[in-house]
């Protein structure tokens, strides 16, 4: 298993930026991926972005051009840089992880408001 703790969410004004973090309890070297998903209110949860250990990412088509999804192996976290952000992105982000056992690792999330 593995804890994982969000950071970084917010109010912040469209067109504004936010920087989440998560940081993990066990080395990410054992995570095969980890990623950003998000919930908005009376919706699903969706991917937003994610990387794997290679170092690969993808993100969803909304969010391309303004997130960018890093990791800190030092420091077993990752990041999700948020640019120009819209009322649309305003949700709870949540971090998840992939582990080598085969095992997912959730978040208790973090919110996410974008005012008009």
């Known amino acids: 298993q593995v804890l994982l703790v969000e950071s970084g969410g917010g109010l912040v004004q469209a067109g504004g930026s936010l920087r989440l973090s998560c940081a993990a309890s066990?080395?990410?070297?054992?995570?095969?991926?980890m990623g950003w998903y998000r919930q908005a209110p009376g919706k699903q949860r969706d991917l937003v972005a994610r990387?794997?250990?290679?170092?690969?990412?993808n993100y969803v088509g909304s969010v391309k051009g303004r997130f960018t999804i890093s990791i800190d192996n030092a420091k077993n976290t990752v990041y999700l840089q948020m640019n120009n952000l819209k009322p649309e992105d305003t949700a709870v982000y949540y971090c998840?992880?992939?582990?080598?056992?085969?095992?997912?690792?959730w978040g208790k999330g973090t919110l996410v408001t974008v005012s008009s």
């Open positions: 990387i794997t250990s290679g170092g690969s990412t």
């Open positions: 066990r080395n990410i070297f054992s995570i095969n991926a």
């Open positions: 998840n992880a992939e582990l080598s056992t085969g095992g997912i690792g």
